[in-house]
């Protein structure tokens, strides 16, 4: 019964597999028949108002085959990128000025830096969608479900979840395969789990267990290829017992790094982006290389760019994984003090004090008595406590070259001999939006290394849509929108980029997505854009009203 969505994967990826020659490749694109051309221009013309340099050179293709020029080459992509990549808006004034203004403010400085491949621009990923258009992929997700389901229900696993790539890929950069992954139900994301695998390509069906790339240890790869799936059930059933008994212990261990690692499938080079980390793939290990120097960093930037969350995944990756026991998270605030913090004097429930100490006074001592083991305190919203006032003379002990006994001093109150062990990391965040907080003295600046964190509404934002149900043009809309409101915000003499707007509001989309996003600008982005421009309404209003055009 499932030889129908079996065919059909397999054509589509004998097909595509065509494609990745460059001969074939542009064989085809100058074989496409004007109604498909047309066809195609209507999907990639909203350029025009929602600017995205891989869609405009898209778009320019389109307009040279419909012009009947002479048939596409190589060196006329490359002339088409070098207009892009160069800000020529003379070369693109046909199309009208809002993509002249898109492309003249676009800031990313190498705009197809994710649709290269050996360091050169791939032709595969850059015209994929000509070939597996928006038409087709909901027919090939149907047939990948319709294999899963059956697999789900021979081995007795409908409880088990399935997650599914299509021919779009992981970073929906285009692939000439798909696959599917059944994991068990208690596991947040395959990522953290290990799976029953099925990848179907042109080379034939591999299929096995496989552990997610955010599994440390006892990790499963078990693959062989097949040529129908008969076998594959075959193989997938055998390996049952290993599977069940490599979850069950995962579960026991906890030995799953929470960092949102990426995946390989095997035998690719693509990674499936992060569920919420947007930043750019060096931006954890740069940070980790700061904090190993400094032992002290802040991580700043506007509303909404996920400092917490990032801060967190900083924090288990230090720890190798979720540690409640080494991990302390407290939040600064304007009624936040020293005796809070460090030491002081509190009620002791009898009508006298005592001396208590606070949180950081006793997770430095934990940290001391287990000196081959990292902690980590986070501090969230630093700038909103009287920074000097809550660290006394700790200032002096922050220092990285300070963190050992011999520095040790006493405290405001009490003689014993304190200080910070160099195991210990401090991570902390800080809103730059918002001008009711006092500035971050000089002294703590200079214990602190600094970090930015900038809104990211690229391709890994809107790959993260799609994969929670959001069609790629709306998507791409959400995020060209976001991306101009932005440079608006960044250009505004009162305001600066400290004010742009996050992604983090955009990261949770409901079934009904116009219902979604009308939310999310009336209810948290409007009142933002309202107060950034309190004392010019119109202009708030006419922002907030570009917005809105998106969910209609």
């Given amino acids: 019964m499932l030889d129908t ?3 059909l994967l397999q054509e589509t990826a004998h097909h595509l597999r065509t494609l990745e020659d460059e001969t074939t490749l542009f064989a085809q ?44 080459s190589a060196a006329d992509v490359e002339l088409i990128r070098q207009e892009i990549e160069e800000r020529n808006v003379a070369f693109f004034e046909k199309y009208g000025t809002r993509l002249t203004e898109g492309l003249a403010s676009y800031a990313k400085k190498d705009p197809f830096r994710n649709w290269q491949k050996g360091g050169r621009l791939s032709y595969f990923k850059l015209f994929h969608t000509f070939f597996y258009r928006k038409n087709l992929a909901p027919i090939i997700r149907e047939a990948l479900h319709e294999i899963g389901n059956e697999l789900l229900r021979v081995l007795q696993l409908q409880h088990h979840r399935l997650h599914l790539v299509d021919f779009s890929g992981s970073h929906r950069y285009g692939t000439s395969n798909c696959w599917l992954a059944i994991y068990p139900p208690e596991r947040a994301t395959h990522v953290k789990a290990h799976q029953l695998f099925c990848r179907i390509s042109a080379q034939g069906i591999h299929a096995g267990i496989w552990s997610g790339r955010a599994i440390l240890r006892d ?34 261990d906890f030995q799953v790094a929470e960092t949102q690692a990426s995946y390989d499938s095997p035998g690719e080079n693509d990674k499936e982006p992060s569920q919420q980390l947007l930043q750019a793939d060096d931006f954890l290990e740069e940070a980790l290389a700061v904090l190993n120097y400094k032992r002290n960093l802040i991580l700043q930037g506007p509303p909404g760019v996920g400092k917490t969350f990032v801060a967190q995944r900083l924090a288990e990756a230090i720890l190798g994984g979720r540690d409640p026991g080494r991990l302390r998270i407290v939040q600064f605030h304007q009624s936040y003090a020293y005796e809070d913090f460090v030491q002081g004097y509190r009620p002791d429930g009898h009508g006298g004090f005592r001396l208590r ?49 011999t520095h040790a001093i006493a405290l405001t109150y009490s003689e014993t001999a304190f200080y910070i062990p160099p195991n210990l990391f401090l991570i902390a965040t800080m809103n730059t939006a918002d001008r009711s907080l006092a500035m971050v003295d000089y002294a703590l600046r200079r214990r602190f290394a600094f970090m930015e964190l900038e809104p990211e509404f690229g391709d890994k934002f809107i790959q993260l849509l799609y994969e929670r149900g959001v069609e790629i043009i709306f998507a791409e809309r959400i995020a060209a929108s976001l991306q101009s409101l932005n ?11 400290s004010f742009c707007i996050g992604h983090s509001y955009f990261l949770n989309p409901t079934p009904n997505h116009t219902t979604w996003l009308r939310r999310i600008i009336n209810l948290e982005i409007a009142p933002l854009l309202r107060e950034y421009w309190f004392d010019d309404s119109e202009k708030a209003v006419f922002e907030i009203n570009k917005l809105l055009t998106i969910a209609y």
């Fill in 487 to 497: 440079q608006t915000i960044k250009h505004d003499p009162s305001l600066s980029a």
């Fill in 5 to 7: 969505p079996l065919n």
């Fill in 219 to 252: 990790r499963q790869e078990t693959v062989d290829r097949f040529d129908t799936l008969a076998p594959v059930l075959t193989f997938l059933g055998s390996l049952l017992p290993l599977y069940k008994q490599a979850n069950d212990q995962l579960s026991k």
């Fill in 29 to 72: 694109i100058n074989g496409l028949d004007r109604l498909t051309i047309q066809s195609l221009m209507v999907q990639y013309q909203g350029v025009e108002q929602h600017f995205s340099p891989v869609n405009l050179l898209r778009y320019e293709v389109l307009n040279q085959l419909e012009e009947g020029r002479p048939p596409l």
């Fill in 357 to 405: 100490n606070g949180v950081f006074y006793e997770f430095c001592q934990l940290a001391q008595r287990q000196p081959t083991r990292p902690f980590v305190l986070v501090i969230d919203e630093i700038n909103r406590g009287n920074l000097s006032k809550i660290f006394g003379e700790l200032l002096l002990l922050l220092e990285a070259d300070k963190r050992n006994v």
